[in-house]
């Protein structure tokens, strides 16, 4: 399993962004799906998750109400709605995959097997 994340860029505060993770593989909805972003200096932090077919979703704090996870099974395509963009943000996000999550675990990394490669969003003031 290859998962490529893309969409990150620079946005000013109050903006938006749509994140994409694109899965290789036929067991995309076989799988759990999550959004974790790390900032210089900082551990991993969860995001969001999404149950394999996507009727279940988690959230962060920090970004519920603000952030939307989505998937796409017939596209193998995970996506992050950033809506209402703060400094506090800024991070590289990654996505992350695992076929069996207890949910307990959900938010933490390790928890996860498979990675894609991180994408850098910076929101300035």
């Known amino acids: 399993v290859q998962l490529q994340a893309f969409g990150g860029g620079l946005v000013q505060a109050g903006g938006s962004l749509r994140l994409s993770c694109a899965v290789s593989g036929r067991t995309f909805s076989d799988r759990y799906m999550a959004w974790f972003r790390q900032a210089p200096g900082k551990e991993r932090e969860f995001v969001a998750a999404i149950a394999r077919s996507g009727g279940n979703t988690y959230y962060a704090n920090s970004v519920k109400g603000r952030f939307t996870i989505a998937r796409d099974n017939a596209k193998n395509t995970l996506y992050l709605q950033m809506s209402s963009l703060k400094p506090e943000d800024t991070a590289v996000y990654y996505c992350?995959?695992?076929?069996?999550?207890?949910?307990?675990?959900?938010?933490?990394?390790?928890?996860?097997?498979?990675w894609g490669q991180g994408t850098q969003v910076t929101v300035s003031s």
């Open positions: 992350a995959a695992d076929r069996s999550i207890i949910l307990s675990s959900i938010r933490t990394p390790g928890a996860y097997d498979y």
